[in-house]
Structure formats: C-alpha cells, structure tokens
Antibody
Framework: EVQLVESGGGLVQPGGSLRLSCAAS????????MSWVRQAPGKGLEWVAN????????YYVDSVKGRFTISRDNAKNSLYLQMNSLRAEDTAVYYC?????????WGQGTLVTVSS | EIVLTQSPGTLSLSPGERATLSCRAS???????LAWYQQKPGQAPRLLIY???SRATGIPDRFSGSGSGTDFTLTISRLEPEDFAVYYC?????????FGQGTKVEIK
C-alpha cells in the first residue's frame, strides 16, 4: 500500500524557518516525481513545488521562489521542504504528493502556522 | 501557466439529482494529465478521475469524467448523501501543476 506521511509542521514566527519531511513507502520512491501542495485555511489547493526522480530538476510556484527548497533522499525514501523567511500567508496544511499518469496520491498533510 | 476555471462556484442540489461540474483551461491540457478530486472538511483530497475520464480504484460508477483540450466535465449521475463536498480539477502534465478554485456541491 502506498503511504506518504508528512511531519515537521508547527507554529513558527514570521521570518522563521521550518523543514517539512515526507516518509514514503509502498512504492519505488526513486522512480517518481514528487511534489508539495498546500491548502490555506478555508481556501483551495495550491501547488508549491515539484522535484524530478534524481533531484536534477526542481520547479516552484512564484510565491515561494527563493524562500523554499524542495529536496529528496532516495536512499531514505524521503522528501523534504525547507521553508525560510516564512510569512503569514504561508500558513496552510502542506501535503506531500506522488504523481503518475494514473493520478496523484496524497499524504494526510501537516499544518504550518506562521504567527507571532 | 495554465489557469483552470471551475464553474459554478457552488451547486445546490438534492440527493438523487444529477450534478454537472465544469473545468475550463486557459490553454490546451493533455487529457492524460487532467484529474478530479473530492475533498471533505479535515481530509486530504481523494482522487476520483484521472486522464480526464478514467475512474480511480474504488470510485463508484456514478462518477464520470469527460472532455478534452480546454473543456472538461465531471458528472455525478445521482447524488448520494456522501457526495456533498468540494470538487477540484487539476492539470499535472507540465513541470508546474495548477488546480481549479473548486466547486462546492451542497445540499439544497
């Protein structure tokens, strides 16, 4: 069974940093593009970043470029999101996701709250 | 960037009725990478349809998807009580993904 388990969320002050992790199991992690998607409270879904299987290509939504970094460790079956210079508008549930032609598989999400 | 526009924003219907949700893209989307999701409060999105028209595993056949190019449709043939939720379309065929803003299907 495919499982994606996010961790690392919490309360952080504006301007602070946080690192999210996603532990993957039940599939060959190194064979898939992986992504982060977020959802602010009461709002819709917003794609944040994608990373290629070997980490050689990374793409970001404009609002996080220069502040967030997506990375992966295929030996540990893990995906990461380093978030720096956090803003109130980054408050959201962050989902780890695996993409394939047959659709996207999601984790359960981890809540990030940016507030003083 | 491909913009996806969903309509209507809210659909008020009764159980047993048919629901038709629209997703329009600002430019052509590969049908292979157009998906629909259902989301209920406090839950992660649930994949319903991928490839514009293929049902995901375990999805009842009252859910169907159609369309190509820039116009896509999700149809729920007869609404069950558990179908009242928010629905999103998504394109995931490019290096950046986009989502529609969602359609809420509520009980009339």
């Amino acid at each position: 069974e495919v499982q994606l388990v996010e961790s690392g969320g919490g309360l952080v002050q504006p301007g602070g940093s946080l690192r999210l992790s996603c532990a993957a199991s039940g599939f060959t992690f190194s064979s898939y593009w992986m992504s982060w998607v977020r959802q602010a409270p009461g709002k819709g879904l917003e794609w944040v970043a994608n990373i290629k299987q070997d980490g050689s290509e990374k793409y970001y939504v404009d609002s996080v470029k220069g502040r967030f970094t997506i990375s992966r460790d295929n030996a540990k079956n893990s995906l990461y999101l380093q978030m720096n210079s956090l803003r109130a508008e980054d408050t959201a549930v962050y989902y780890c996701a695996r993409a394939r032609v047959q659709g996207v598989t999601w984790g359960q999400g981890t809540l990030v709250t940016v507030s003083s | 960037e491909i913009v996806l526009t969903q309509s209507p924003g809210t659909l008020s219907l009764s159980p047993g009725e048919r629901a038709t949700l629209s997703c329009r893209a600002s430019q052509s989307v590969s049908s292979s990478y157009l998906a629909w999701y259902q989301q209920k409060p406090g839950q992660a999105p649930r994949l319903l349809i991928y490839g514009a028209s293929s049902r995901a595993t375990g999805i009842p056949d009252r859910f169907s998807g159609s369309g190509s190019g820039t116009d896509f449709t999700l149809t729920i043939s007869r609404l069950e009580p558990e179908d009242f939720a928010v629905y999103y379309c998504q394109q995931y065929g490019s290096s950046s993904w986009t989502f529609g803003q969602g359609t809420k299907v509520e009980i009339k």
